[in-house]
Nanobody, 126 residues
Framework: QVQLVESGGGLVQAGGSLRLSCAAS????????MGWFRQAPGKEREFAAA????????YYADSVKGRFTISRDNAKNTVYLQMNSLKPEDTAVYYC???????????????????WGQGTQVTVSS
């Protein structure tokens, strides 16, 4: 099994920045595609960002493109989400997810991921 623990969420004003971390245990992450998803109040969970096994490929939802950056450090067994120029509509619980992959590609659908973290709250005030 893979255990994922998110951290780094908090309360910020619009225009501010946060850096989320997802620390993994149980397995090394080098063979896993990783993703970040978010769920806003009253909304369904939605895709935010994904990164391939090697970190060589990334993909972003249109709503966060240009503002968020996903990265990974397989030596540290950790993935990150740098969130800049935050907007009130970014307010959500953010979840880290992992999926074993044989190929070095991105995975962007929530039902493709097997392992999930508990989530970390991000609140952006106006």
């Amino acid at each position: 099994q893979v255990q994922l623990v998110e951290s780094g969420g908090g309360l910020v004003q619009a225009g501010g920045s946060l850096r989320l971390s997802c620390a993994a245990s149980g397995r090394i992450l080098s063979n896993y595609a990783m993703g970040w998803f978010r769920q806003a109040p009253g909304k369904e969970r939605e895709f935010a960002a994904a990164i391939s096994r090697s970190g060589g490929s990334t993909y972003y939802a249109d709503s966060v493109k240009g503002r968020f950056t996903i990265s990974r450090d397989n030596a540290k067994n950790t993935v990150y989400l740098q969130m800049n120029s935050l907007k009130p509509e970014d307010t959500a619980v953010y979840y880290c997810a992992a999926r074993f992959n044989y190929q070095d590609g991105v995975v962007i659908t929530s039902d493709s991921y097997r392992y999930w973290g508990q989530g970390t709250q991000v609140t952006v005030s106006s």
